[in-house]
């Protein structure tokens, strides 16, 4: 047994010479070196049934491409090397296994992916379901646009607000997502289109292709409009959004910054204990306290929740006194004065 072992190791440990001839020269151009990374990626795109859907779809097109090679690469690309489309087919030789795709068919495939991307949204999200827990009880919902460089707008690329502030025309982009981080569903909107407005389409969509009913829709405030908060009070849904203070009616407005009548997250059980916030360690309290009560305006109940956090309200005062620490340095170079974003002096 011990021979037996000895050899075992030897054979497990044994180092593998690779043989080269100085007087054989590896021709130009010769791919000696492979990607395999996407192998993995591959089992993921099968359990999703991806090839299926793909195949699906071909059925219902005249064209000689094969749409399940130009899906699969331009997923497994878009994973290991983010690039454009012409990079992407470029790179795709790179990978272990062949593929006949020409560039101009991925152009022609992007047109049949974009009108069939419900469909495949829908039956992704259904074959999903087999692999892993989808929390679909509660959605996400929020808003970004993509910037084109470009002179003019044209179809979708519209001039409107971009988040990073480019003066070029732009393409919006609504994304739902579920309680587990994953995607759901998205929609792209002209880039000078209100974001509010686009929540609902999305929606009825997710209602009907994906047979979801029951959920709670999380927005941040600027798509939590009146219309939209009304719908999801519809049902079995309901919605969870931020509101600024600064926006409430006076009444409700010094009910939220009155110092008294908190509750502290910690609180467990027995009878709730009030706490004026007058008292509090400022400097060293760590714990979050809220308030709480219902109103009901222009045909709607809502329920309105405050939190406050010291902690939270130190590290603002924090980033106030850096400012003003700053704006005291600048006093005297009074070029340098000229406000470019949020956080400047």
Not at 87 to 99: D, N, V
Request: proline share 3%.
């Amino acid at each position: 047994y011990a021979k037996k072992r000895t050899e075992e190791e030897k054979t497990e440990n044994a180092k593998i010479m690779a043989a080269y001839n100085p007087n054989k020269q590896i021709r130009k151009g010769t791919q000696r070196s492979f990607i395999i990374g996407y192998l993995f990626l591959q089992s993921i795109y099968h359990q999703l049934k991806l090839n299926q859907i793909c195949n699906s779809i071909s059925k219902k097109y005249n064209f000689s491409f094969d749409l399940n090679a130009i899906l699969s690469r331009l997923i497994y690309m878009r994973i290991l090397h983010p690039t454009s489309k012409k990079g992407t087919f470029e790179r795709a030789t790179e990978l272990l296994e062949a593929h006949s795709v020409e560039s101009q068919h991925i152009y022609r495939a992007l047109d049949v992916l974009a009108d069939e991307a419900n469909m495949i949204e829908a039956s992704v999200y259904k074959n999903s379901q087999s692999l892993i827990d989808r929390n679909t009880s509660i959605l996400y919902y929020d808003c970004t646009n993509f910037y084109f460089e470009i002179e003019e707008s044209d179809g979708l690329k519209q001039y409107g607000m971009s988040k990073e502030h480019r003066p070029n025309p732009i393409v919006q982009m609504g994304l739902f997502m579920d309680g587990s981080g994953l995607p759901l569903a998205f929609v792209m909107n002209p880039g000078n289109q209100n974001e509010q407005p686009t929540l609902k389409p999305l929606e009825k969509r997710i209602l009907k292709d994906f047979k979801l009913s029951q959920f709670v829709v999380c927005t941040d405030a600027g798509l939590s409009s009146h219309e939209n908060r009304l719908y999801n009070s519809m049902g079995n849904r309901a919605y969870v959004t931020t509101q600024s203070i600064k926006k409430l009616k006076k009444h409700l407005k010094e009910w939220a910054l009155d110092p008294t009548d908190w509750t502290s997250t910690n609180h467990t059980g027995g009878k709730k204990k009030t706490i004026n916030l007058l008292d509090l360690e400022m400097e060293k309290d760590q714990s979050t306290y809220y308030k709480e009560r219902w109103i009901h305006e222009n045909g709607l109940e809502q329920r309105l929740v405050v939190t406050f956090s010291p902690k939270y309200k130190r590290y603002h005062q924090s980033v106030r006194e850096k400012q003003i620490e700053r704006a005291l340095k600048k006093m005297d170079k009074p070029t340098q004065l000229g406000k470019k974003r949020t956080n400047d002096p």
